[in-house]
């Protein structure tokens, strides 16, 4: 029981994982894009459709992620390109994501896909308290590996120097002859990608249909795991677990007549990130605090 | 390669030109994605944009559909001027609403007639509460006001949840998470047009929206209040020169803009519902972002694009009735038309300039 729990735990937190991961990415460029819940639900009916019809589940996460890239392409067409304000243009993202992704989907409502196989024999999964970690589809593994690079590569690697120095400065990383447009544009696709994986994670392995809107949320959630996690990867791993166990709990302690309101819990989640905020810009050092360029569009000058 | 290079001058033209091209691209946008999924586009287009404009009481309902947006993009209009982020309009609605219910819901037998202009009292103050702690976050600790707005929304919306589902639920609602109706006279009525009768749902909250925005205009352009606004976002630093408070200039903007919000979310309740739900507003808090976009950040301008994203809103209804074609496209178009506000923006403030010689790019 306390596994099947823990399990489904684990496996609210990975689209979690994966979208925060990437948009803290974009973040660390200097971009914010308030465009995820757009960008997942893209990725999500691509995958369902696509795995629906072709029935590969190859082919469903592959278009997922490509068509998370792609709305993110949108974004990055207009933000850095035109350099239109951040915050409207991810709004509108996710205004037009949410819809275009329930036009497409109203043919695939209703219908059924198998989800993602278990990575490893089932009989790992019956070793005493730890079986529970090898229960995982592949994805699950991937996303805290992904992690893992994003890591290694924002902070042990030149070019994770220059990324960060583009959201720190963009001025200064200019004048110092880095492609700042080039850098956000990659930044921007990647955290489109991730975006799309993770919304593909919902219809393929969380609940194996498509329904309008089905991220609920989650978009928002990841956003505000970015922040929770103080724009330090590392961090996304358990801040995602924690914020996955309490939607799970609010289900959890229904079921069990638990006295605490469930929109109580629910709401934990955006009161913990309010509350980090005002850490971090209270007394925090500079370490954790958000990128000083975000949201600054950036033109070179001539 | 292109590139932009700053105006000196927005052109006047522009302006005007800009809202109107965004909404012609958008229709065409809508009728190659009709195309694509394979609707009559025509058909469908007339189901969107002129079937709600055919009868009295359609446009009636325009209005209707237009009333939270007008009052809340005013408010935007005021932040977004500023240049402050407010995006939770939605949970500061919400908030009004439960502070207006709060005072209908104990009195639920009172004949007074003050109990709607207090009601509305406080739903101005209850949306205004919500909208001052990210205020107070950004002037005392300069929190990004983004992320903590947005936030709270969430948490506006789900305190209504829990009060609909628990204590506030009625005992005679059979278990739906609904409370008691609202006394009469805490109810908004419709407009009675002598000799015709009420058309539609017509309701006084709609008049009061259109004041409010011309209020705003007024104050905005032509009293010393209203310049403080636009100063503080175009120049902070002139804005303390000339002996303004910056931070009480900021506190302001948000209390008007929260408290409108609130305004707004009292009004729909009274006018339309009659009772508080889970879900009361539709998303008017973020439609009001492309309301006051559209509206090229002018108050008066928030009546006329009110109206027009409620003609896309409802024509989303009668495309749906009449050819089957999901609510969700709304969406789809008020996305559409947001991008190219936003890219018509970039054009008024800056030349875009090509080039193709990739020879001299590199020795730049």
Known sequence: MIDALILTILMTSVPLILAATGELVVERSGVLNLGLEGMMLMGAVSAFALTYTSGSLLVGLLAGVISGCLTAAIFGFFVLGLATNQVATGLALTIFGTGLSGLIGSDFVGKAVTGLPILFPESFSNIPFIGVFFALDIIAYLSVLIVFIVWIFLFKTKYGLILRASGISHTSSHSLGYKVLTVRWCAVLFGGMMAGLAGAYLPLMLTPHWSEGMTSGRGWIALALVVFASWMPSRIIYGAVLFGAITIMQLAGQARGWTIPPQFLSSLPYIATIFVLVLISSRGSAKYLAPSDLTRPFIASK | ?364
């Open chain 2, 1 to 364: 390669m292109f590139y932009l290079v700053p105006r000196n001058e927005i052109p006047l033209s522009f302006r005007i030109t800009i809202p109107i091209i965004s909404v012609v691209l958008t229709i065409i946008c809508g009728f190659f994605i009709f195309s694509v999924l394979g609707y009559e586009p025509d058909k469908a287009l007339y189901h969107f944009f002129i079937s709600p404009l055919s009868r009295v009481d359609k446009i009636a309902d325009l209005f209707v559909k237009a009333c939270p947006l007008m009052i809340i993009g005013t408010g935007l209009v005021l932040c977004f001027r500023a240049n402050i982020w407010n995006i939770g309009a939605e949970g500061q609605l919400i908030m009004g609403a439960i502070f207006a219910g709060a005072l209908a819901l104990y009195f639920p037998n009172t004949q007074s007639i003050w109990l709607l202009p207090f009601m509305a009292i406080l739903a101005f103050l209850g949306g205004a509460f919500w909208a001052l702690i990210p205020a107070l976050l950004k002037i005392k600790l300069r929190t990004n006001e983004i992320l903590v707005t947005l936030m709270l929304t969430y948490v506006a919306s789900l305190f209504l949840d829990w009060l609909v589902r628990g204590p506030w639920r009625s005992p005679t609602s059979f278990g739906f998470p609904l409370t008691a109706y609202y006394p009469d006279v805490g109810l908004i009525s419709k407009i009675y047009f002598p000799g015709i009768g009420y058309i539609s749902q017509l309701h006084w909250g709609v008049i009061m929206a259109i004041l409010i925005c011309l209020f705003c205009w007024f104050t905005m352009e032509k009293t010393i209040f209203g310049f403080q606004f636009k100063l503080i976002g175009d120049s902070p630093k002139a804005l303390r020169f000339s002996g303004f408070n910056e931070s009480n200039t900021t506190l302001s903007i948000f209390i008007i803009s929260g408290g409108l919000a609130g305004l707004a979310g009292m009004i729909e309740v009274s006018a339309n519902i009659g009772q508080l739900q889970p879900n009361i507003s539709f998303g008017y808090g973020f439609t009001a972002i492309i309301v006051a976009f559209l509206a090229r950040l002018n108050p008066a301008a928030v009546i006329i694009s009110a109206l027009l994203i409620a003609l896309i809103e409802v024509g989303g209804d009668s495309a749906q009735i009449a050819l089957a074609i999901p609510k969700v496209v709304t969406g789809v178009f008020k996305g559409i038309l947001l991008f190219f506000l936003l890219a018509g923006e970039t054009l008024t403030k800056y030349e875009i300039k090509y080039n193709f010689n990739l020879q001299s790019k590199t020795n730049d």
